[in-house]
């Protein structure tokens, strides 16, 4: 099923709506305004009185009403860690799949580091195994990349399987710099 990208009325991305959260919200009159090629109809269904059907054209972008905030904290989970880092070990620089692939603090939490998306790469397990709780200068095992945290609008690009094209134009205007996974 495909996804709603979810905008406050300031245009920030606050998430992603099901396609029957999608339809409440217009359907509650929450939609400020929409973006992109309509997606097609959800039909409901007939009014008994003129015997037609309802019909509701969505949008792939909408923003909803309320209150706009000022700051996002993208929340860090190796799903969209593993995705920020294209599936790539930062050590050794190949790529595996999520089975494989573990969280590294590049700063150990043992001696201080923080579970932030600044301190955290993705990681085979064979080279977290051999830095073990060393730095990696320590382990002479040099980042290929510098982490760091996503914007809001990476973030939201991350966080999902299948972005379409309005919605990754919209979102791909804030990203902070040209990346592999942002094409």
Not at 63 to 73: E, K, P, Q, Y
Not at 155 to 181: G, I, P
């Amino acid at each position: 099923m495909q996804a709603i990208l979810k905008l406050d009325v300031a245009g920030q991305p606050r998430g992603w709506l099901s396609l029957q959260e999608a339809i409440s919200a217009y359907a509650r009159g929450d939609v400020i305004y929409g973006i992109g090629d309509p997606l097609p109809p959800v039909f409901g269904g007939t009014q008994r009185l003129t015997g037609l059907r309802s019909k509701l054209i969505l949008q792939p972008i909408v923003a909803l009403n309320g209150r706009v905030f000022d700051h996002f904290t993208p929340p860090l989970c190796n799903r969209t860690l593993f995705r920020r880092d294209d599936h790539r070990c930062l050590y050794c620089g190949d790529q595996f799949p999520r089975s494989e692939l573990t969280r590294d603090h590049v700063v150990p939490t043992s001696r201080g580091g923080t579970d932030k998306w600044e301190n955290v790469v993705a990681a085979c397990k064979r080279c977290n195994w051999l830095k073990d709780c060393l730095t990696p200068e320590e382990a002479n095992m040099p980042l290929l990349a510098i982490p760091f945290k996503p914007n809001s609008y990476e973030w939201h690009f991350l966080a999902k399987d299948r972005v379409l094209a309005d919605q990754m134009e919209y979102l791909s205007t804030q990203f902070r710099a040209d990346r592999d996974w942002a094409h």
